[in-house]
Nanobody, 117 residues
Framework: QVQLVESGGGLVQAGGSLRLTCVASGTQFTINRMGWYRQVPGKQRELVATITTTGSTNYADSVKGRFTISRDNMENTVWLQMNSLKPEDTASYYC???????????WGQGTQVTVSS
């Protein structure tokens, strides 16, 4: 069974940086698309960034130019480098994975990011 485990969240001041890591285990195959979503209480989960095995990326407009997603296909690991953080980036960040063989997306348990003003 595929499991996604996130790490790297925490508390940071506005303008600071954090790097999130997500490692997928339980499969010998490369997960086709990996990414990050975030959610605040009372709101829907929203896309932050995704990346495919070919390196094609997609970013939410709110994070373009500040966040960078990258991955290691062999290790099924994805990172999210977050710079110039703003208080509105405060949320629980969830790792997401999609594979052609799967019937549904995989999700991590989430890691909290808090940006103080």
């Amino acid at each position: 069974q595929v499991q996604l485990v996130e790490s790297g969240g925490g508390l940071v001041q506005a303008g600071g940086s954090l790097r999130l890591t997500c490692v997928a285990s339980g499969t010998q195959f490369t997960i086709n698309r990996m990414g990050w979503y975030r959610q605040v209480p009372g709101k829907q989960r929203e896309l932050v960034a995704t990346i495919t095995t070919t390196g094609s990326t997609n970013y939410a407009d709110s994070v373009k130019g500040r966040f960078t997603i990258s991955r290691d296909n062999m290790e099924n690991t994805v990172w999210l480098q977050m710079n110039s953080l703003k208080p509105e980036d405060t949320a629980s960040y969830y790792c997401n994975g999609w594979a052609v063989w799967a019937t549904e997306d995989y999700w991590g348990q989430g890691t909290q990011v808090t940006v103080s003003s």
